[in-house]
């Protein structure tokens, strides 16, 4: 295997590494913090735009490699199809060989080219959603914090409404006790008044 061959082959199984750990059950707050490092980092920037140009070089390959695959084929089976045949088993043990090659080569470029596509979708979707549960957990929080102070708005409202009653109640009661204590001044003065009025009408009629 050629050396650009074995840094793809490198590349493809750091990819499958990296596709582990993002789809690992982290704990939410790990994985936050994980993704964020990743997406927020500046040398995980600059990684990530070394390997979109090194993603460029390994679609190269692929295209060469399927095109040498195509040939061989196409010359394995004109062999096959020629007037004498591969009667030779080198000869036909080289065909296979040049085919093998050719066919590792073009899954391995192509492997290594879609598992990239799914590695920026596989970390595009869950970093939305973990943006999606940070709202979540906002909303829930600002939802339980509103009905909270609902509650508490509720219970001011009463404790005013209770301190106006107990206002009213002593009102009420002190009407009642000065009612009270004019009743009965009223009762001593009339009786007073009777008394008096009594006492001058005994006098006249002597």
């Given at each position: 295997?050629?050396?650009?061959?074995?840094?793809?082959?490198?590349?493809?199984?750091?990819?499958?590494?990296?596709?582990?750990?993002?789809?690992?059950?982290?704990?939410?707050?790990?994985?936050?913090?994980?993704?964020?490092?990743?997406?927020?980092?500046?040398?995980?920037?600059?990684?990530?735009?070394?390997?979109?140009?090194?993603?460029?070089?390994?679609?190269?390959?692929f295209l060469d490699a399927?095109?040498?695959?195509?040939?061989?084929?196409?010359?394995?089976?004109?062999?096959?199809?020629?007037?004498?045949?591969?009667?030779?088993?080198?000869?036909?043990?080289?065909?296979?060989?040049?085919?093998?090659?050719?066919?590792?080569?073009?899954?391995?470029?192509?492997?290594?080219?879609?598992?990239?596509?799914?590695?920026?979708?596989?970390?595009?979707?869950?970093?939305?959603?973990?943006?999606?549960?940070?709202?979540?957990?906002?909303?829930?929080?600002?939802?339980?914090?509103?009905?909270?102070?609902?509650?508490?708005?509720?219970?001011?409202?009463?404790?005013?409404?209770?301190?106006?009653?107990?206002?009213?109640?002593?009102?009420?009661?002190?009407?009642?006790?000065?009612?009270?204590?004019?009743?009965?001044?009223?009762?001593?003065?009339?009786?007073?008044?009777?008394?008096?009025?009594?006492?001058?009408?005994?006098?006249?009629?002597?």
């Amino acid at each position: 295997m050629t050396i650009y061959y074995s840094l793809t082959f490198l590349l493809l199984a750091a990819e499958m590494v990296t596709f582990c750990l993002l789809v690992s059950p982290l704990p939410f707050t790990i994985r936050k913090k994980l993704f964020r490092f990743l997406s927020e980092s500046p040398i995980i920037a600059k990684v990530a735009y070394a390997l979109k140009i090194s993603f460029i070089f390994v679609g190269i390959l692929f295209l060469d490699a399927m095109q040498r695959m195509y040939r061989v084929t196409a010359e394995t089976e004109m062999a096959k199809t020629g007037s004498q045949g591969m009667h030779d088993v080198r000869t036909e043990s080289n065909f296979a060989a040049r085919k093998f090659y050719a066919q590792r080569n073009t899954y391995l470029t192509g492997f290594c080219l879609f598992l990239s596509l799914v590695l920026t979708r596989t970390f595009s979707i869950i970093l939305d959603l973990i943006h999606t549960q940070e709202e979540y957990a906002k909303l829930k929080k600002a939802a339980g914090a509103g009905a909270k102070g609902d509650q508490t708005k509720e219970i001011e409202e009463l404790k005013k409404k209770l301190a106006a009653g107990e206002a009213k109640d002593r009102d009420f009661a002190t009407l009642k006790k000065q009612a009270a204590q004019q009743a009965a001044e009223f009762d001593r003065l009339a009786t007073k008044y009777n008394e008096v009025t009594g006492a001058v009408s005994d006098k006249k009629s002597d």
